[in-house]
């Protein structure tokens, strides 16, 4: 059967202009190789959008009669969808924090609250993609042998896979 699938390709600052000028055919040529036996034969059933990534956040996230959550308090590398993520759990421990009352004790109290978070998503989000952006055959097989190790280790992939999925507690 078909089947379809969304990529988010980035590549660097250099080389993005030249992947944008491909063709339709070039472009799904060159995915196609880069992407292995692991999907087959790809077809473009929707046009192709080009963004360049920037990564940003607030230091401060609460101020006079304001409050940054989502994109607005952190730009970040859009891998696994991560910024939706956050955004969502931004909305949900502000709606939490504020229960209470808008005061601004509850405003320190959600940026405190989730600055752990907030941190460790940031963290994690602008490391991989470095991590994976490091050719050479040896970075190969050191990612390989690390996701190996991600793989057999059961609860640090558990750890993982929590913190992307739900953030931080606390």
């Known amino acids: 059967g078909r089947h ?4 988010v390709w980035t590549v660097s600052e250099k080389d993005g202009p ?4 491909l063709g339709d055919r070039g472009f799904t040529a060159e ?10 034969s790809m077809a473009l059933v929707a046009p192709r959008m080009t963004y360049p990534l920037g990564f940003h956040h607030s230091a401060k996230i609460v101020g006079d009669r304001i409050v940054l959550v989502g994109d607005a308090a952190h730009g970040i590398h859009p891998i696994a969808g ?22 601004p004790q509850a405003l320190e109290a959600f940026a405190s609250r989730h600055r752990v978070d907030r941190a460790m998503t940031i963290g994690i989000t602008d490391l991989l993609p470095r991590v ?30 929590r913190q992307m999925m739900y953030g931080a507690r606390g």
């Open 31 to 40: 995915l196609e190789k880069r992407a292995g036996d692991l999907l087959g």
């Open 82 to 103: 991560q910024g939706l993520n956050l955004g969502l759990r931004d909305a949900f421990a502000l709606a939490d924090s504020l229960r209470a009352g808008c005061t």
């Open 4 to 7: 379809r699938s969304a990529f």
């Open 132 to 161: 994976f952006a490091v050719g050479g055959p040896m970075a190969a097989h050191a990612r390989g042998a690390s996701l190996a190790a991600l793989a057999c280790v059961a609860p640090l992939k558990h750890a993982l896979a």
């Open 18 to 21: 030249g992947f944008a000028k």
